[in-house]
């Protein structure tokens, strides 16, 4: 089992709805990551947060917006979403520096409809 | 921006044979190099990973990396492979002036036919 813990596993949503997906660890990590990850293809970095401050956005639209409340915790939340943005999104999390390995969540498998 | 390419998209092998799947990335700096597996149905997991020093790294389950400076590459090797090893496999790059920021291959498929 990984020690990075994401909710919900499954999220099906419509173009207008709010959501949030949500990401966890209690390894004491003070970097954590979002990545979207189509099908058949690598996951690709979308923020990075370091001690609870965002640090690296690449470039992606607004209508996904990051927020990490505590080190702990690491939220995305999503309004508006276009079906290509269905995707699975992975959350890891890392000591911070430059060659830390990252730990990896199991996703979140998005469908927008 | 450094970009990572991994020439076999898909392999097939039977258990026992030797494994060798290539990674090259182009980047001008000093990097971080890890190679990612993903098992059916898991999360990423760390197999190994390279900073500096001997450039021959080895990981869990018997697999190993070169990091050949020169060429750009970092290959992932394993001697003899084995039905679990059926997963797909990632390479990765952080730039070492970048903070953390990983750049990951296009990913290989490995089935090992028991």
């Known amino acids: 089992d990984t020690e990075v813990t994401q909710t919900p596993k499954h999220l099906v949503m419509g173009m207008t709805n709010k959501k949030s997906l949500k990401c966890e660890q209690h390894?004491?990590?003070?970097?954590m990551y979002w990545y979207k990850q189509k099908a058949k293809k690598p996951p690709e970095l979308m923020f990075v947060?370091?001690?609870?401050?965002?640090?690296i956005n690449e470039s992606v639209p607004s209508r996904f917006s990051p927020e990490c409340p505590n080190s702990s915790l690491l939220n995305l939340h999503l309004h508006a979403l276009q079906p290509e943005d269905s995707a699975l999104y992975l959350c890891?999390?890392?000591?911070?520096?430059?060659?830390?390995?990252?730990?990896f969540g199991d996703g979140t498998r998005l469908s927008i409809l | 921006a450094q970009s990572v390419s991994q020439h076999n998209h898909h392999v097939i092998l039977s258990e026992a044979a030797s494994l060798e799947l290539g990674c090259n990335y182009s980047?001008?700096?000093?990097?971080?190099l890890f190679w990612y597996v993903q098992y059916p149905g898991q999360h990423l997991q760390l197999l190994l990973k390279?900073?500096?020093?001997?450039?021959l790294v080895k990981g869990i389950k018997g697999f190993e990396a070169e990091f050949i400076k020169s060429k750009f590459s970092f290959n992932l090797r394993k001697p003899s492979v084995q039905w679990s090893d059926t997963a797909e496999y990632f390479c990765?790059?952080?730039?070492?002036?970048?903070?953390?920021?990983?750049?990951f291959g296009g990913g290989t498929r490995l089935m090992v036919k028991p």
């Open positions: 980047y001008g700096g000093t990097v971080n």
């Open positions: 947060y370091s001690y609870e401050k965002l640090s």
């Open positions: 390894m004491g990590h003070r970097a």
């Open positions: 990765a790059v952080s730039p070492n002036n970048a903070g953390n920021m990983l750049t």
């Open positions: 390279y900073f500096s020093g001997d450039p």
């Open positions: 890891a999390s890392s000591s911070p520096g430059r060659n830390q390995p990252q730990h």
